[in-house]
């Protein structure tokens, strides 16, 4: 990891962002660049995949929201070899999902450049395009410091319980959290430090600035503590079936919280199979035996089976739980209990590209209580 | 009132426990007839999902049957069966379930004996545990 230094002008970041990203596609470096874009009257944000470097004029990379995981799009733009290199604009935890989704052979990370910023957490997109134009200017040009409190207490519960607001592993950190309003320093994964440099014209340092580890370790600590309160407390609703059963009492079972997470990637998921259209009388004999039946049914075992696969890749990402009709607090639940797995393989899902995730890998020697008579 | 009879299914791959089974009864030992067999080819085809529908639609426990480590006819399915079990074990016990009503073992071809005695243990197991409160939920 190297370091370099962003100048801001007039105190626009995000506009020295849109300079960054022309200059990366005017120098020919990348072929095409994927990076947040409002539409017309700037109410919604998407995801674009620019090539025109004009078009990049109105781009917005630090708009707090993120209507769909990037991790997905990552993966349909990489289905097949492509040529030249294509820069990708994530968030911190779209970057976890599209490394972990790298590990399960669904992204092709060879061509793409990963770009991220620290992340002041995201708004739900009804939420954004409820904003006036002028929070919406605001919210792109956060404090360096992360002390804007307004936003902190506003953005998508998984984001305020998020730990990882840090891009690890990128090929370009944007530092937002530290820096000043004249400047932002920049991080330089090995894999295209020297080719960067070059194309943004930056000067390389082997030290990362100071005072930004401080910035950051305190930004981090207080997501750690409202994730700890938040969790605890979550935790001890669920510790029993009754409990959970209350939890996701407002489930419909429609499966949006599966349809887009980055990490169920599975072309033909079992809940969509002919395995769960069951006969008519099926449901008949199940009511004759409890007396009553829940109807769709299911919901507890979806829940469960959908985190015993993926609960140890899980990125946090909370799209799950904002896809959902009824708000139930479907990344809580994946938080505190894929927490818990992931703390049992001490595995952190989408930071080390060459561990394994646990559910592909397995070790000789462990896990001896599970299966106690060896 | 009659004495408690669990119902347990047992999920055992092809080539040790299900033969281990076999010779079970080709050797006459006597064990519970509480067991319910599933074959399949290995414990690494054992999906989560049957685990669960089984503990939710009537059985009090499950078993899962395999080759010892390093033995596995597929090389390491049942490594990874036994991370599959942990997982699911971790999770039903944050939410309150008992988890000792999964058992993963290894037991051979050849361990007729051991697979009886398995079963007799887990079925004695089960009858101090009492029938499974899950399988009657019925909004679950």
């Not at chain 1, 395009?129 to 040009?141: N, Y």
């Not at chain 2, 069966?81 to 988890?99: M, N, P, T, W, Y």
Request: one cysteine or more.
């Amino acid at each position: 990891m190297r370091h370099a230094t962003m100048n801001v002008d007039d105190g626009d970041r995000n506009a020295a962002l849109q300079e960054l990203l022309t200059q990366l596609l005017r120098s020919g470096f990348v072929q095409a660049v994927m990076v947040p874009k409002p539409l017309a009257d700037g109410s919604a944000v998407v995801q674009s995949l620019v090539v025109d470097p004009e078009q990049l004029k109105g781009v917005t990379p630090i708009a707090p929201t993120m209507p769909v995981q990037s991790a997905r799009i990552l993966s349909d733009l990489t289905r097949t070899p492509i040529e030249g290199r294509i820069a990708a604009v994530l968030k911190p935890c779209e970057l976890r999902a599209t490394v972990e989704l790298a590990k399960f052979l669904q992204v092709d990370l060879e061509n793409v450049v990963t770009i991220s910023l620290d992340c002041y957490g995201t708004y739900d997109v009804a939420q954004y395009a409820g904003m006036s134009g002028d929070e919406r200017v605001g919210a792109l040009q956060p404090l360096a410091g992360g002390s804007n409190d307004a936003q902190a207490n506003q953005v998508r519960e998984a984001c305020r319980m998020c730990s990882r607001p840090i891009p690890i592993g990128v090929d370009l950190g944007v530092g937002l959290l530290s820096g000043s309003s004249d400047s932002i320093p920049l991080s330089l994964g090995d894999r295209f430090a020297d080719e960067l440099a070059e194309a943004l014209s930056l000067k390389i340092t082997e030290s990362e600035p100071e005072g930004r580890a401080t910035a950051v370790e305190a930004f981090v600590a207080r997501r750690k503590e409202y994730r700890d309160k938040a969790l605890g407390g979550f935790t001890k609703e669920t510790a029993s079936i009754d409990g959970l059963m209350q939890t996701l009492s407002a489930c419909i079972g429609c499966h949006n919280c599966m349809a887009v997470c980055p990490i169920c990637y599975c072309k033909e998921c079992v809940f969509d199979s002919a395995v769960f259209e069951h006969r008519s009388d099926q449901f008949l004999s199940w009511a004759k035996r409890k007396g009553v039946l829940r109807v769709p049914t299911d919901t507890l075992m979806f829940h469960l089976t959908r985190l015993s696969h993926m609960g140890t890749s899980c990125v946090g990402c909370g799209v799950c739980e904002s896809a959902c009709p009824n708000d139930v607090p479907v990344a809580s639940l994946f938080n505190s209990l894929g927490g818990k797995l992931q703390e049992m393989f001490e595995y952190v899902p989408g930071e080390d590209p060459t561990v394994d995730p646990p559910v592909a890998s397995f070790k000789e020697e462990e896990l001896v209580e599970v299966a106690p008579n060896e | 009132m009659d004495q408690f009879e669990p119902k347990v299914i047992a999920f055992l791959c092809n080539w040790c426990t299900y033969t281990g089974a076999d010779l079970a009864g080709t050797s006459r030992l006597q064990y519970p007839p509480n067991v319910r067999i599933v074959r399949l080819m290995c414990t690494g085809a054992v999906d989560t999902i049957y685990v669960l529908k089984a503990l939710m639609e009537g059985a009090d426990g499950v078993l899962i049957g395999g080759c010892h480590p390093g033995d596995c006819h597929y090389q390491h399915g049942n490594y990874k069966a036994r991370r599959r079990v942990a997982i699911l074990k971790e999770i039903l016990s944050q939410i309150g379930f008992d988890d000792d009503r999964i058992w993963l073992r290894w037991i051979s071809a050849s361990e007729g004996k051991l697979f009886a005695d398995t079963v007799t243990e887990m079925v004695g197991t089960l009858k101090e545990k009492g029938p499974n409160a899950l399988q009657n939920s019925w909004a679950v």
